[in-house]
């Protein structure tokens, strides 16, 4: 397996293991009950949960996982609207949507390259 291929998706498990640490701030709301705060719990980290889990399950299939990961990018970009106020909200950008979509493009493109090579 290439470097690069390897270092993105250990940035990538990186990623879903910081948005599932994020998560945790729920406990400290005070005015809900424990099976609330477990439900905000996993409700909030289901976007870590999901990307741990594709890289898991698509760890060989770099094309697959890396157009999984360019789809995330732009639905994460839509679902927290980050078009609005994007000035105020660029360095929530550059944490979550550049990994997803360089890591994406760069996936793919380098199993690209190394499919025409062998096919050569």
């Known amino acids: ?15 879903g293991l910081f948005i599932i640490l994020m998560s945790f701030d729920v406990f400290d709301m005070e005015e809900y009950t424990v099976l609330e705060l477990i439900g905000g719990f996993f409700i909030n980290a289901s ?3 999901i990307l741990l889990l594709a ?7 770099e094309i697959i996982l890396g157009g999984l990961l360019i789809v995330c990018g732009i639905a994460l970009f839509f679902l927290f609207k980050f078009y609005v106020d994007t000035l105020e909200k660029w360095l929530t950008i550059i944490t979550v949507e550049v990994p997803l979509i360089f890591g994406g493009i760069i996936l793919i493109l380098k199993k690209k390259e ?3 090579k062998i096919g050569e």
């Open 55 to 61: 890289v898991i399950l698509l760890w060989k299939r």
């Open 47 to 49: 976007p870590g949960f």
């Open 1 to 15: 397996m290439k470097t690069l291929q390897l270092v993105v998706k250990c940035l990538i498990v990186l990623l």
């Open 114 to 116: 190394a499919t025409t």
